[in-house]
């Protein structure tokens, strides 16, 4: 893996999607679709926004599954699921408690109405101390970052500012493609 | 600021630095509810029989109007018109059974209070955690009006008022308003108010959560005001009946009491109230114009008002019924308020069991058919029939059930079982099913008859003003 430098494997910032605090899901997905268009189609698609301040530096990241998250029904028996969830009841018992409320809701409701409304910062979750990684930072470290962590990504800095992403995706791809090579090398 | 004030403060903080990762601060809720200029106003007091075990210690501690029995130590605390009754407590070799653990007990067990502010609260059973077997612990720990900690130990915990934690360990927790939590063991858990949980892991789950707006009409609490509701009413409407007697040093009952029955001298009993055979009636409790059938009980802060009791029923700690005829062997449990009307009574069938922190508050007569099991807010039919269910129906289930606010998940069989074994536990442990002739099935009802009081009081003014001597009792 000595081979593979983070500054390599990364995408950088200025390829990635990214949205000013205040645009709106929509907006964000239109940010996601014009990046992926522009970024080499034969590499993974990406799959998070960043989300900037004012000073284009970054706040949060909105996941698919926050983007889900966001869209299932907010009702009062919603609430009920998450405040009963901590009184031991099995994980089959809330799933099937939300089924049947679930079926008394379309979860995919006016989410036109939704994707105008639900603003970046209100699903968007903050980097944890975690999530960053200096790009020249070993790769070993890089994933065990994302191992312990259980990340999709790793934030690059050089000096403190971000100036990429690190997707697991391509991590992946690199190490396998590190054995494909040395499964050649041995025969 | 004197001793006790600034021992209230350390109390304080030490509970705040317990519960910080739930971000709570006692102090705004507490400050002004233990009434400091009061700590000297009322003597503390403990019995003393035969049959009780007697080794109380106390240090450092405020104990206005509190009452003790058995084995108990208390330091760095302030009790207000507690209760703590260390008469159940486990005996150098007895046993305790848990799980495939059969823990031999190598000392007598003791209910240890430390750096604790309690406010009317009950302390009561034994410890059942298999960890600290000896040693009912309860350390760092706030509890406000009417909760009970029973066989609860507690480690940095604050109980909102008519809250119970019962046969459960507890550490840094916030038990909220009128919630009972029966779980075994829970830890940095903020229970909301209104909760009614009872857990038994691997064999069942209930949880019903009472609707918020409707419970603050019986009870409320925020930070900055005394409890408020009905509950709150009820109780202090009556406070000035134990006022007497705890003002008269010999009080006689006015009326005649079996021999095989136990009338507490620190009960209030109006008339005209007649006891059956083998009844308790505990200190604290309030009987009026009502009847108790053999073998009932009146628990602690327990109100039966022109009520009958048919026999054997348990009225747990705090339980309270109102113009009501109930059947053989029924179970109320802690804290229920039952409150039917003159003209609209409320009847219970036998062998019916009142879940713990029941409300059943009606306008119009109603009459829960014998063998259910009721529970959460109930002032009408409709009510009834939404929020009970036969025990026959219950002992069926066997996976899950929903109904409104009540989750349920196991087995009903097992749920219905440990009520049952319970409250037979109960019973027996009360001298409910005591025989004069070959004196079998001894209980409180018969062991407490033979008790004396002796008081205790506190520095009058200075420094340790409110707190009482370094004291030691012990036969």
């Known amino acids: 893996m000595d081979e593979y430098f983070i500054k390599d494997l990364m995408v950088p910032i200025s390829e990635y999607a990214t949205?000013?605090?205040?645009?709106?899901?929509?907006?964000?997905?239109?940010?996601?679709?014009?990046?992926?268009?522009k970024y080499d189609h034969d590499k993974y698609r990406h799959r998070a926004i960043l989300v900037l301040d004012k000073n284009n530096r970054v706040i949060g990241k909105v996941g698919q599954l926050d983007v889900l998250r966001a869209l299932e029904p907010k009702n009062e028996n919603f609430k009920m699921f998450e405040d009963?969830?901590?009184?031991?009841?099995?994980?089959?018992?809330?799933?099937?408690?939300?089924?049947?409320y679930l079926m008394q809701d379309e979860p995919l409701s006016n989410i036109c109405k939704k994707g105008a409304q639900i603003k970046v910062e209100d699903l968007m979750r903050a980097p944890t101390e975690g999530e960053y990684v200096e790009e020249n930072t070993t790769l070993n470290t890089a994933i065990h970052q994302l191992v312990r962590g259980s990340h999709m990504a790793l934030l690059v800095t050089r000096n403190n500012e971000i100036v990429g992403i690190l997707r697991l995706a391509d991590v992946f791809a690199a190490i396998f493609h590190t054995m494909k090579k040395c499964e050649i090398d041995n025969q | 600021m004197n001793?006790?004030?600034?021992?209230?403060?350390r109390i304080v903080q030490r509970v705040n630095i317990n519960l910080r990762e739930l971000e709570f601060d006692a102090k705004p809720y507490v400050w002004d509810l233990i009434p400091k200029n009061q700590m000297t106003k009322f003597y503390a007091f403990y019995g003393?029989?035969?049959?009780?075990p007697l080794n109380l210690q106390f240090k450092h501690s405020g104990l206005a109007g509190s009452y003790f029995l058995g084995q108990c130590r208390v330091s760095n605390s302030l009790l207000y018109k507690c209760d703590v009754?260390?008469?159940?407590?486990?005996?150098?070799?007895d046993r305790f059974q848990f799980k495939n653990f059969n823990i031999p007990i190598s000392k007598d067990e003791e209910i240890v209070i430390e750096d604790s502010a309690f406010v009317k609260t009950l302390i009561h059973n034994f410890s059942h955690d298999p960890e600290t077997l000896e040693k009912f612990f309860i350390k760092d720990t706030i509890s406000t009006h009417y909760a009970n900690i029973h066989g609860s130990p507690s480690d940095g915990c604050f109980l909102g008022p008519f809250s119970t934690v019962d046969l459960t360990t507890m550490r840094d927790c916030i038990i909220g308003t009128f919630s009972y939590v029966q779980a075994g063991e829970i830890s940095h858990l903020n229970i909301e108010p209104g909760t009614v949980w009872v857990r038994s892991p691997g064999a069942f789950n209930f949880l019903y959560r009472y609707p918020i707006e409707k419970l603050k009409d019986y009870i409320y609490f925020k930070a900055g005001i005394k409890p408020q509701g009905i509950l709150m009413d009820f109780v202090e409407n009556r406070k000035?009946?134990?006022?007497?007697?705890?003002?008269?040093?010999?009080?006689?009952?006015?009326?005649?009491?079996?021999?095989?029955?136990?009338?507490?001298?620190?009960?209030?009993?109006?008339?005209?109230?007649?006891?059956?055979?083998?009844?308790?009636?505990?200190?604290?409790?309030?009987?009026?114009?009502?009847?108790?059938?053999?073998?009932?009980?009146?628990?602690?802060?327990?109100y039966i008002i022109n009520s009958r009791l048919a026999g054997n029923n348990v009225n747990a700690h705090g339980a309270k019924i109102i113009e009501a005829d109930v059947g053989e062997n029924v179970f109320v449990g802690f804290n229920s308020f039952l409150h039917g009307q003159p003209e609209n009574r409320l009847s219970?069938?036998?062998?019916?069991?009142?879940?713990?922190h029941t409300i059943i508050d009606i306008a119009e007569p109603l009459a829960i058919p014998a063998g259910h099991i009721v529970w959460g807010l109930v002032t009408n039919q409709d009510d009834l029939e939404a929020h009970s269910i036969s025990i026959a129906e219950l002992s069926k289930i066997k996976t899950r059930f929903t109904k409104?606010?009540?989750?349920?998940?196991?087995?009903?069989?097992?749920?219905?079982?440990?009520?049952?074994?319970r409250i037979h536990h109960i019973l027996e442990a009360n001298g409910a099913y005591f025989n004069s002739h070959d004196n079998s099935g001894q209980g409180h009802a018969q062991k407490n008859q033979n008790m004396s009081f002796n008081t205790i009081q506190p520095y009058p003014r200075g420094e340790y003003e409110g707190l009482f001597p370094t004291i030691m009792i012990q036969p």
Do not use: W
């Open chain 2, 404 to 421: 409104g606010n009540m989750f349920f998940e196991g087995s009903g069989e097992n749920f219905v079982s440990a009520f049952q074994d």
């Open chain 1, 19 to 37: 949205v000013p605090v205040g645009a709106t899901l929509f907006e964000a997905y239109l940010a996601l679709e014009k990046a992926q268009e």
């Open chain 2, 48 to 52: 003393i029989s035969p049959d009780h």
């Open chain 2, 85 to 93: 009754r260390g008469d159940e407590l486990k005996k150098k070799g």
């Open chain 1, 84 to 100: 009963i969830s901590k009184y031991e009841f099995s994980s089959q018992f809330i799933l099937s408690l939300r089924e049947q």
């Open chain 2, 240 to 302: 000035e009946d134990f006022q007497r007697v705890f003002d008269v040093v010999n009080i006689e009952p006015s009326f005649d009491v079996p021999a095989t029955a136990s009338l507490d001298r620190y009960a209030v009993v109006r008339p005209s109230t007649r006891i059956g055979e083998n009844v308790l009636v505990s200190q604290r409790a309030y009987i009026e114009n009502s009847y108790l059938g053999k073998g009932a009980n009146a628990q602690e802060n327990c």
């Open chain 2, 3 to 9: 001793a006790l004030e600034k021992l209230f403060i």
């Open chain 2, 348 to 356: 219970i069938g036998k062998e019916s069991i009142i879940m713990p």
